[in-house]
């Protein structure tokens, strides 16, 4: 398949911020996006990158009705030497296509839409902010477009990339959070799409985050589905808790997202000798290390805000203070290490950066 690149014009360019303290996250997008289309029987085709544009959907399109999209979410950096730096964007397009499949959608070939995401952004590589934490984030999306009232996979799908200048994902930036832990409701089954990266999943998340909110609170820390006990996930971000000199997080048993940040965290850490564990623990087990002190960190990992430490959590009414509430030593070092890596400063050992500009 070939790549058209369709340049927008000059005279209908946007202004490109020059305030990077007020960039915020996903407000802002560039002047081109890429977009390639599916037909059953004919496979994608009519790939090009072209000026960013609304979609023409039909009102019976199928994403509209019964919810058939996934997409991802994955930044460029302009990093050591004025370089536009990716780090592990294939990964994220190898969850993409295990997300169409539990969605019955048809996969993207990697090798074409990776080329194709690079050239993106290195034509609107001047959208690229330079300040320090801040990059230009890509969001790539697949969409069933057939126009048909009726429960089956769809006949034609959009696939398309649009990316745009961000800052902090949090208004706290790099400085403790506090999560509401929500006993109320739940977010994702056991066999159900929790570890697919999809539309329903974040709808799903958005009373028990509006009503976290409300309260104060910045995220829902979720409890598993069944029993309502067990650590799952943030809404934004999967999450790892401290006791004393181990690390855990919980095991991905498909209710969860396969976080990039998360598997890149458990092998740093592994790497750095630190004992890290995929288990169940419960709610339970956090209020009561908490409260014996053998709770020293918790943190959040995501591609939207790298690591987030935890300076709250707030169950059955108590909040219970983590770290003091202040920021964790190894919530620290491991920012500061994956933003080095990702900004091509620090040596990457596991081959998880390419520079291609």
Known sequence: MNLEVIKVDASKKK???????????????SDHMFMMEYDAGKGWHSARIEPYHSLE????????????????????????????????????????????????????????????LKKL?????????????????IRPNIVA????????????????????????????????????????YVRAVVGGIGASKTAGNYAASLLAQMEAKEKGFTQVLWLDAKERKYIEEVGTMNIFFKFGDEVVTSPLTGSILPGITRDSVIKLLDKWG??????????????????????????????????????????????????????????????????????GQEEDTFGWVEKIG
């Open 57 to 116: 959907l039909d009102p019976a399109a199928m994403v509209l009705h019964y919810g058939q999209e996934a997409f991802e979410g994955l930044k460029a950096y302009r990093g050591k030497d004025d370089g536009v730096y990716l780090f592990r964007y294939q990964d994220n397009l190898g969850r993409l296509n295990n997300s169409c499949d539990r969605l019955v959608m048809p996969n993207i070939d990697i090798p074409f839409v990776s080329e194709a």
């Open 274 to 343: 630190v004992k890290v564990s995929e288990r169940l623990f419960s709610i339970d087990d956090v209020v009561a290390a908490q409260k014996d002190g053998s709770l020293k960190e918790v943190f959040g990992t995501g591609t939207a805000a790298i690591i987030s430490p935890v300076g709250t959590i707030h169950y059955k009414g108590t909040d219970y203070p983590v770290a003091d509430q202040k920021t964790g030593e190894l919530s620290q070092k491991l920012y500061d290490y994956l933003l080095g890596l990702q900004y």
């Open 145 to 184: 477009v057939d126009p048909f009232v009726g429960v089956r996979p769809s006949n034609r799908y959009f696939f398309y990339i649009i990316v745009g200048p961000v800052g902090a994902y949090y208004p706290e930036g790099f400085n403790p959070v506090s999560i509401f832990v929500s006993d109320k």
């Open 15 to 29: 202004p490109i911020p020059t305030d990077e303290s007020k960039l915020g996250f996903g407000q802002m997008f």
């Open 121 to 137: 952004v290195l034509l609107d590589q001047d959208w690229i902010p330079k300040s320090p934490g801040t990059s230009l984030y």
